[in-house]
């Protein structure tokens, strides 16, 4: 599969980018780059999700957004070849096309279609980041489950993620516990299904309407806004 991102840029830029583009895999785990770190790259997933964390004190971290093949990872806070705000960590097993920063500002600045394209593009996942931001505040942990597990399966584009508990407690700052527990209740419900390291939606319509309202006001924002969007199967 290619990405999204760079599937809409004109010709012209595409040309600009593919020269310099190295693809590699990415792991479950594999930091693409740490808070603090200066980002010198620009990842373009192919497949497969990568999460923005939000480090806390004592080691702790929470998702604030996904992005898989419909964007790009590494110039969506400040500057070109600023320091990173946040982590970046592959949470699904994929490939990603990479860009020297420096190749991608060089072509970012010859071109008005570019600039548009991540102009929308950060505006969407700055609505994505907002919006999480409130959903972890303010909704139950099944509703935000439900949530989360939708958006993870349209960005990998398949009804079945490789997650573990631990995995997904992580993303959202609760205990594996509490995962466990409200998972089971989805089970029982008939929406879910999961076994050791891996987690499948069996009923979307009816997992749709168990999340929360954020699921649907952010397809809808993303749609309004031309981001590129995954096709469900």
Known sequence: MDNLWIASLP???????????????IEPGEILYDAGDAVDEVWF???????????????????????GREGLV???????????????????????????ADVFADALARSEAMRHA??????????????????????????????????ISDRVETHRVVLTQSDIA???GVRRATVS???SELVDR???RRGRGWIEIVDRPRLEQSACGCY??????????????????
């Open 45 to 67: 997933p192919h497949d497969g999700a990568i999460s923005l964390m939000t480090i806390l004190d004592e080691d702790r971290m929470v998702e604030t957004a996904a992005i």
């Open 74 to 100: 590494g110039v969506t806070c400040g500057p070109l070849n600023a320091r990173a705000a946040s982590r970046a960590i592959a949470q699904i097993q994929g490939v990603a096309s990479c860009c020297p």
């Open 118 to 151: 991540l102009a929308t593009f950060t505006e969407g996942l700055m609505a994505q980041v907002q919006q999480t931001a409130a959903c972890n505040a303010q909704h139950p942990l099944d509703e935000r489950l439900a949530r989360w597990l939708l958006t």
């Open 190 to 192: 008939g929406l879910i």
């Open 216 to 233: 649907r006001m952010m397809r809808g924002v993303l749609a309004d806004l031309g981001v590129p969007q995954v096709r469900r199967r």
């Open 181 to 183: 527990e409200v998972g």
């Open 11 to 25: 010709p012209e830029d595409q040309k600009r980018l593919k020269p310099h583009l190295n693809e590699r895999p």
């Open 170 to 172: 992580q993303m959202l």
